[in-house]
């Protein structure tokens, strides 16, 4: 129940098009969902996250979408580019029993765009 | 921009030695994690630590594993008895309050490798 599911494992886009990266959850104490970019041989980098009260959220290119009753949310990449190449990951995190929070990671998306 | 260090960015090591990684977590934060990545799979969570203690711990943390912050500024993370299994990319993070402990801020990290 901890699980976080993402898919697809790797994704292959032209430059200026649209890459969607989907994932699920079961648990329902999920409070916040966190989306990282990972480049190789560096450390997960935070891209953007949102709370379950609201359906979407948007910085610059990346929105993410949350469908709270399906238990879904999604990572939109507009007008995507050769730079936005890299390793994806969605994450979920719910209130603490201790002092802090801990993530649980999907299994993470790679991506690459085509120039 | 401050950020998570850890060194060292390799480390070679046989099995049934122990090692220990460090990190230099951002210097006004207050909750430090571990995490590792074995290659090719999700981040997994190892440990969360705050005040001095650990918060909470995954089952992968069992008695092989220890943290301490020994200083005011040093974060390690010890393995006494290496494995082959252990052979992963492991992560340090830092948030600065309980509040924000969702933002985790990861260093680039360090790849260990048990023979």
């Known amino acids: 129940q901890q699980q976080v599911k993402q898919s697809p494992q790797s994704l292959i886009v032209q430059k200026g098009g649209i890459s969607i990266i989907n994932c699920a959850y079961e648990n329902t104490a999920f409070d916040y969902f966190p989306w990282y970019q990972q480049f190789p041989g560096k450390g997960p980098a935070l891209l953007i996250a949102i709370r379950p009260d609201v359906s979407e959220k948007k910085e610059g290119r990346f929105t993410i979408s949350f469908n709270k009753s399906a238990k879904q949310f999604s990572l939109h990449i507009m007008d995507s580019q050769p730079g936005d190449s890299a390793t994806y990951f969605c994450?979920?995190?719910?209130?603490?029993?201790?002092?802090?929070?801990?993530?649980?990671f999907g299994s993470g998306t790679q991506l690459t765009v085509l120039p | 921009e401050p950020e998570v260090t850890q060194t060292p960015s390799h480390q070679v090591t046989q099995m049934g030695q122990e090692v220990i990684l460090r990190c230099v977590p951002i210097?006004?934060?207050?909750?430090f994690y571990w995490y590792r990545q074995i290659l090719g799979q999700k981040v997994e969570f190892l440990v969360s630590f705050y005040n001095n203690e650990i918060s909470e711990k995954s089952e992968i943390f069992d008695d092989q594993f220890s943290v301490e912050r020994p200083d005011g500024s040093n974060f390690t993370l010890k393995i006494r008895s290496t494995k082959l299994e252990d052979s992963a990319m492991y992560f340090c993070?830092?948030?600065?309050?309980?509040?924000?402990?969702?933002?985790?801020?990861f260093g680039p990290g360090t790849r260990l490798t048990v023979t």
């Open positions: 210097s006004n934060h207050l909750y």
């Open positions: 993070a830092s948030t600065r309050t309980y509040v924000r402990s969702y933002e985790q801020y």
């Open positions: 994450a979920a995190s719910s209130p603490p029993s201790g002092s802090a929070r801990q993530l649980t």
